[in-house]
């Protein structure tokens, strides 16, 4: 089983620290608390681990139907969008004030989760190969996968978060602000290019 175990670990760290919509919202949620990357795994956990059921019990081709895939782009990428709206217009008062972002770091994984079509579509592909492996070892494979898939989500971001906690004093009000306006361009980038790959899928 170890074999299959560290092949978890690559593939799942790869795609944790590739920056992206999950990251950008820990990066800007740490301002506020060094907790806040382990509680957006968290939030990610409680989407991610009923979708591996799910596709454990057969439903992967739900996620494979393009109507399906569809209505996630366009709701995901319009939910992404107001979320990024959101992340700049609060830059200001996140830097200056101390105030935080209008939403928490679980509900924050959460909607990061359910609004990408291209996690839950990978899942539904790539995803059911790896959990099929570890069903070679029976039913108890199933809980390792997991626990180890979002272990590694916990580490990484945990490790953001403490970092961009710790160091925030040492960079300047603007910077602090460039970064903000980062993130959030990030989150509105994802966002457009998941609307834009919904709309064409219709035509």
Known sequence: ??????SVI????????TPGPMFAVTVTKSYRSPWAGAKI?????????????LIYFGFSRFFQNDVVQIVLSLVGGG??????????????DVVESGKDLPYGAITAGIIMSISNPFFLLWWATAGMTLIMKFLEFGTAGLPVFILTHWTCDLIWLSIVSLVIYRTKTLWGKKFQS????????????FGVWFVVSGIQQIF
């Open 1 to 6: 089983m170890l074999p299959i175990i560290l």
């Open 178 to 189: 460039g970064i903000f306006i980062i993130c959030s361009l990030l989150l509105l980038g």
């Open 10 to 17: 690559a593939i799942s760290l790869s795609g944790v620290m």
């Open 41 to 53: 795994s968290l939030g990610h956990a409680i989407i991610e681990v009923p979708l591996i059921l």
């Open 79 to 92: 939910m992404l969008i107001w979320m990024g709206i959101s992340m700049y217009r609060s830059r200001r």
